[in-house]
């Protein structure tokens, strides 16, 4: 599976970037499919997925100003972010949340304060 992720960049506090995703795999993996992210010197942790019955769950230092969604015609999987916090500085990836295929390269979003 290729994972291609796309839309970080430079943004200031308080600003707003929208990540995308397209994944090589069947359209049906979008629905098990995930953002994590990688702080530097941080563990890669899942800040938001899609869960069972088409709900959504975010991370607690998410919730409220991400939103995933996706385009399953296009395989592909969106992270609207929000009022983005220094905090959220790192490497977003997406990957089945389930069982993560290979990693791909990621995007950077970087916020500063």
């Known amino acids: 599976v290729q994972l291609q992720a796309s839309g970080g960049g430079l943004v200031q506090a308080g600003g707003s970037l929208r990540l995308s995703c397209k994944s090589s795999?069947?359209?049906?993996?979008?629905?098990?499919m995930g953002w994590y992210r990688q702080a530097p010197g941080d563990q890669r942790e899942l800040v938001a997925r899609?869960?069972?019955?088409?709900?959504?769950v975010y991370a607690d230092s998410v919730k409220g100003r991400f939103t995933i969604s996706r385009d399953n015609a296009k395989r592909t999987i969106y992270l609207q972010m929000n009022s983005l916090k220094s905090e959220d500085t790192g490497v977003y990836y997406c990957?089945?949340?389930?069982?993560?295929?290979?990693w791909g390269q990621g995007t950077q979003v970087t916020v500063s304060s």
């Open positions: 899609f869960g069972g019955g088409g709900t959504t």
């Open positions: 795999a069947i359209m049906s993996s979008i629905w098990t």
């Open positions: 990957n089945n949340a389930i069982t993560n295929w290979r």
